[in-house]
């Protein structure tokens, strides 16, 4: 299996600052035939399903605020928040879904208002 | 606009059949083909994918739970199922229905029901 280890934790931020969270696969997701890595972040707030925040490790879903970015490749990857809204209070996933039938996720990181 | 719903037993007895149904509304769940999933979160953890299915009935499981899973999908009434037998209390989590946003294979998750909690007690 690929393990999905993010970083950190946890992590309290500041309303307005920046967020970021970290994402680290032990192979690579990256399918060089198309060019993608398969690799997506999900927001999770209490009592409520996960939802699609960005697939292909940087395309945000319609919707989604552009204050959040997706980034990286291969092995490593990066969710940010631009500038943190007290809305955005949630756990965040990463979910690689290159490795058929082993899809997994990460360990989720608590973000809070400082 | 497309909406799935888990329903079933809230409470499985160990060593029993844990059963579940998602019902697709809005949508054919033989329009496209997606393979329907399967994921669960044990209270307070992280989310496990158990296994998706396509309209025509081809599967994929996760190898970790595949001894104790099966998915069926019966398109006449729009829904897919899910059995895990053997329960233990560490079956014990909220199970989702979810489609993912890929066609031809499973992928990222892009709807989702809202969970079902199965506890595994006698």
Request: aromatic letters at 12%; one cysteine or more; hydrophobic letters at 30%.
């Amino acid at each position: 299996d690929i393990v999905m280890t993010q970083s950190p934790d946890s992590l309290a931020v500041s309303l307005g600052e920046r967020a970021t969270i970290n994402c680290k696969s032990s192979q690579s997701v990256f399918y060089s035939p198309n060019n993608k890595n398969y690799l997506a972040w999900y927001q999770q707030k209490p009592g409520q399903p996960p939802k699609l925040l960005i697939s292909w490790a940087s395309t945000r879903e319609s919707g989604v605020p552009d204050r959040f970015s997706g980034s990286g490749s291969g092995t490593d990857f990066t969710l940010t928040i631009s500038s943190l809204q007290a809305e955005d209070v949630a756990v965040y996933y990463c979910h690689q879904y290159y490795s058929i039938p082993s899809l997994t996720f990460g360990q989720g990181t608590k973000l809070e208002i400082k | 606009q497309l909406q799935l719903q888990e329903s079933g037993p809230g409470l499985v007895k160990p060593s029993e059949t844990l059963s579940l149904t998602c019902t697709v509304s809005g949508g054919s769940i033989s329009s496209s083909n997606y393979y329907w999933g399967w994921i669960r979160q044990p209270p307070g953890k992280g989310l496990e994918w158990i296994g998706g299915i396509s309209y025509s009935g081809s599967t994929y499981y996760n190898p970790s739970l595949r001894s104790r899973v099966t998915i069926s999908v019966d398109t006449s009434k729009n829904h897919f199922s899910l059995k895990l037998n053997s329960v233990t209390a560490a079956d014990t989590a909220v199970y989702y229905c979810a489609r993912p946003g890929i066609a031809g294979r499973t992928g990222y998750f892009d709807y989702w029901g809202q969970g079902a909690l199965v506890t595994v007690s006698s």
